[in-house]
């Protein structure tokens, strides 16, 4: 046989060893699975969702379909690369179907006059094959395995199925949006759980066995060994896929974290949006809260007990003889979620979740717990933050080099503010980020650091108030004045950090230049973001610099601008007082909102209080500090903020970064 | 809008949709909305003037209100300015107290205007609407009283700021 994939093998199969089963033979494999008496159990497209079902010929698996999910949305549709078998994320069934069944009998009792007798059924399964089962499933197993077989008491049912199933592992190469499994250790590779493992490549399947059962399937099919081409292609399969998750958990210690919180009010919160459906506990492959009932004839001689899935979202499950231990719906959904990733690990030493999001798929109203656990259990602050300009970079960076810029125009922004334009500004410059700053210099007086306004092809503005001795000798410059400039030096906003969120933009008098570079990036690249809001303040209407660029925001469709001042006069017809009050009882989504804070201190340590207050984890919530500079490389040691160097570390800041520094006196 | 919120559900559902209203429980909602009156006030109307008794506790929807004092040689400044949410008229709630500053209209104004007496007669007989009223009447004068420290405390750094200790 000659086939992509495949080189000659004449030895045995052995355990270390990668084959090549060529896609047309997969109905081999159905087959052979067949001819050992297993009834194979795999996917099929019914009902326009991708399940598991009994097939009896590989013509019924889902060829060419995959999978769109996202949080309560769900979509099968043709796939668009070549076709494969296996390319779709998970099914609302999972392989509990038949390993844990939704409903089965526990046994008869019987009444004879006083004698009562009790039968259990007896236990026949036929044997399984599970084809197609992807790591976090598999994962899935091994937790029912801990919780049904290996506890104090096995279930009777759940070991008689277990003990027969012959599982054909496949490789993820397709995880959607709620697809977690990278964060949660469980895949997207196969690594344990499976008699052999597949990975799917455009031609075929590279084969791996995990057991001697699977070794022995091989040697059955008699595939060849696989060529290093496709062992290297599927290798690069689930590194692809664990590279295109790009949502994660942190999972280090959110056990503890988890179960310390049963007092925040999240939990009341996500309760006005949970429908207690029980949806979620219905598509978990590892949820295994059962009920019991009884059917049993009218004079009650005789009865049958079922055992069901029922799920801890059910008014009655915390219900006793006189009351319910869980009556509000904020209790169910807390014992839901910490029992998953809190209490479980207690009980069972392993995470009731496996990452494979189908509770966030099929959830009607889209709760996805990767948010609510990560404002519920943030974990500690993460400091990251895109780097500053490299040394490469940075025009004239030693301190007392300059490269010269001449000024082009001169606009006056208020009676002490004015906005420059340089041209003949060198291109590091000019291609500098948004939020990073010079330092700038003319002969005679200390250089000055400024926040570079805009940004542009062939030059950049600056924006001033002259505040010194060496401000006021550089607002006083005419057009064709020289100006010595170091930089971009510092680092900047990090728009990124808001792609797929809400912006909020909050600007206090002359911080709005310094996020002037940032706010035209946004608009310029709108379709990164979420609702853009624009919240500006200034002491007095005199006091408010770049009016005109305000008003073209202003008359943007998509972007929501609004500006108040502290004291105002009979002309203004605004908003008055401080800048927090235009947005501390606005509606903010704090799962979804970044924030750039800029300004007096004062004002970004309120508006970060606010923000906070709202539940803005601090790590989405950005300020530029202020310091005295006169390196801006960090050699001088003046701008020192406890461990950082704003002109280098800086000037912008996670609020996470700074942590208590941001509020305390005299740093 | 006036026409077609005038039904007690429609301006519970209207209250309920305020920062103000969403801290009051449901029955007590019910029993507030029943008290208020929906109406409009045009640019320059007086809702409050300082010193004057407070006849309403004046729930603003829509528009802009500015909370006014009158400064030799300046006239009548705007301190600061009520939005849509917020209440103006909490000294209702004192009856002994007269209005603490003047509050004028400075765009059309939807507001749900709450009579001082009748107010204070129903916040007497039920505990539950008195303890979220109150709660809520608090949270906004304590979040004016915040603004007004920072608003002095720029101030502060306004003067501080002129007398050239900026090292550039």
Redesign the interface.
Known sequence: MVTTGAVSHDGPATMGSRWWLPREDLGRLVASLRADGRDVIGPVVEGGTIVYREITDAAALPIGVTDEQAPGRYRTQPSTGAPHTFGFASSPTSWKAWTFPPRVGLGTARRDGDALTFEQPERRVRPLAFLGARACDLAAIAVHDRVLRDGLVADDDYVARRADILTIGVDCAAPSSTCFCSSMGTGPEVTTGHDIALTELDDGFVVRAGTDAGRALVERLALAEADQAAVDAARRVPEQARASMTRSLATDGLPARLVARPDHPRWAEIAERCLACTSCTMVCPTCFCTSVTQVSDLDATHATSTRQWDSCFTLGFGAVAGGNFRSRRQDRYRQWLTHKFGTWVEQFGTMGCVGCGRCITWCPVGIDIRDELEVIAAPPAVVEHPPGTDRSSIVAASPGQYATATIAAVERETPDTWTFTLSGVPEPITGGQPGQFLMVDLPGYSAVPISISRYRPDGIQLTIRAAGPATTVITQLPVGAQLGLRGPLGRGWPASAADGRDVLIVAGGLGLPPLRPLIEQVIAERGRFRDVRIVIGARTPDDLVLRGDTAAWRALDDVSVEVTVDRAGPDWAGPVGVVTQLFDRAPIDPIRTVAYLCGPERMMQAASRVLGGRGLLPDRIYVSMERHMECGVGLCGHCQMGPFFVCKDGPVFSRAELGDAFELEGI | MLHLMNAIADLRQAIGAT?FGSGIPAPSLERLASLGRLREAGPGELLLVEGAPTAELDLILSG?V?VTEREPGR???????V?P??IVGWSVLLSHLPATATVRV??RTLLVAFPGEDLRAALAQDPVLSAAIHRQALDAVA?RL??TR??L??LG??LA?GL?I???
């Open positions: 920062w802009r500015g006239g009548e400044v705007t301190l600061m300015t939005e949410g917020d400075m765009e979040r915040m603004a920072h608003q405390l720029d750094s306004a700021s050239g900026d090292p550039w």
